[in-house]
């Protein structure tokens, strides 16, 4: 059902792998580091030992802040120009059950690239709950 749809572009700019493939062509593999939004919720000891490797930091620092105050007053003015052309069905809550129909369909849309880039970065996604 979503191979067809009129929205299936706004999707593929969802796929991480393409995009951090495209960033190692530009820079260099070597020179690209991908980093989980997940990880450093759950496990920020191990997120800021690697974010610190990456900048020649120390971990004391990038602990101190990480651990910094931080507020998301709501949507930057970014998100709310690009969220108006991302269809509303793919907007919903996950318990949604018009998300529920395209569910299947999602994942096999992206477990692909997902598996692509956990291998090539060594990247736990599965761990974080993401398709492979």
Request: net charge positive.
């Amino acid at each position: 059902m979503l191979a067809g749809h009129r929205h299936n572009h706004y999707l593929s700019m969802m796929n991480y792998d393409a995009i951090v493939k495209y960033y190692e062509k530009l820079f260099g593999r070597e020179n690209v580091s991908v980093l989980l939004y997940e990880q450093m919720c759950r496990e920020p000891e191990a997120f800021a030992l690697q974010l610190s490797g990456l900048l020649g930091s120390s971990m004391v620092d990038v602990m101190s802040l990480l651990g910094a105050a931080r507020e998301n007053a709501g949507p930057s003015q970014a998100y709310r120009r690009v969220s108006r052309f991302i269809p509303q069905v793919f907007m919903k809550r996950r318990d949604d059950q018009s998300f529920g129909k395209y569910e299947d369909e999602l994942k096999a849309l992206f477990a692909p690239g997902n598996a692509a880039l956990a291998k090539r970065h060594k990247l736990p996604l599965e761990q974080y709950g993401y398709e492979v």
